[in-house]
């Protein structure tokens, strides 16, 4: 099952702040889950679109050495409904790291207008979890993830670029 | 830069209202963080960031919350802090009240030692020394 709830990155600045995509589809199960008859991005997966943008920067920062899992939501708040054919943009910011764990905050902003807010916490679980016991293999950043940013630092366009004047046919 | 306890409690009060999600006339002196407040293991991991960038100051880990005293069999007895126990728990401590505990060492009331004053103590003892 493929869990992914950012499609890729606009920018990575290691350590500092994450900016990746996500567009909204009719053809997405999840929008027509919430409110049958009335498709909607529900608004805990835009809190995942988020949780999964600023994760990657968190365990970007530690070269994915801990597994990093979210472990609290300081704060979320959405202003306004996405629907299919928006496009989502989630702004994580790194606003403090350690062996424990991490904090963000970030800004969520749908078809370039600001509409969210997502603060969340996350704790490098290894280290953590009081005499609990976790894989050896690193559970949280799959191959599958990590294609996401490594995408992006290939050069492989997934983010939209400016329109081309069409050539003429003739 | 000395801070009044009256500051520091109005910061550490902030602090929980923002880390807890609870009204600041909740968050009185005496609330335990546990108990009145609802105060969560990874609460106070988020409790330790937030203080650590409100008042600039480094919170090593196991200083304001110790986590080995329970783990040590020569501190703990039958459900109780041996009175080893204690003095350890109190020399690692020195920011919190003991007076509940020196007369029902019941390790089950250990979260009661972590008060609003109790993190006020803390931080004052960090930033005015």
Redesign the interface.
């Known amino acids: 099952m493929r869990w992914f709830w950012i499609d890729g990155f606009e920018a990575f600045e290691s350590g500092r702040r994450a900016v990746a995509f996500k567009n909204v589809s009719q053809s997405e199960e999840h929008v027509h889950d919430l409110f049958p008859g009335f498709p909607v991005m529900p608004p805990v997966l835009m809190i995942e679109g988020m949780a999964q943008t600023a994760g990657i920067l968190v365990g970007e920062a530690r070269e994915f050495r801990e597994k990093v899992i979210l472990?609290?939501i300081?704060l979320a708040r959405f202003d306004r409904r996405v629907v299919p054919g928006d496009r989502l943009r989630y702004v994580a910011e790194m606003?403090?790291i350690n062996?424990?764990?991490a904090?963000t905050t970030g800004e969520v902003f749908c078809n370039d207008q600001l509409m969210g807010r997502v603060d969340l916490?996350f704790?490098h679980v290894d280290k953590?979890m009081?005499g609990l016991k976790f894989p050896e293999e690193n559970f949280v950043f799959t191959k599958q993830f990590m294609s996401l940013l490594a995408s992006f630092r290939s050069g492989f366009k997934t983010a939209p670029q400016a329109p081309q004047k069409a050539e003429s046919l003739s | 830069m000395p801070m009044s306890r009256e500051d520091i409690f109005r910061s550490v009060q902030e602090t929980l209202v923002d880390a807890l999600g609870v009204d600041d006339d909740e968050v009185s002196a005496e609330a335990t963080l546990k108990g009145d407040l609802g105060a969560e293991s990874i609460d106070f991991l988020d409790i330790v960031f937030r203080l650590e960038k409100s008042f600039s100051i480094k919170i090593p880990r196991g200083e304001l919350f110790p986590d080995d005293v329970l783990s040590n069999p020569e501190y703990v007895e039958n459900g109780k802090l041996t009175p080893t126990g204690l003095e350890s728990l109190k020399a690692a401590m020195p920011f919190a009240d003991f007076t509940k505990m020196e007369q029902d060492p019941d390790i089950s009331k250990m979260p009661d030692l972590f008060t609003v004053d109790t993190l006020v103590r803390y931080v004052d003892s960090k930033i005015n020394t």
């Open positions: 472990a609290k300081r606003e403090i062996d424990e764990g904090a916490f704790s953590n009081s």
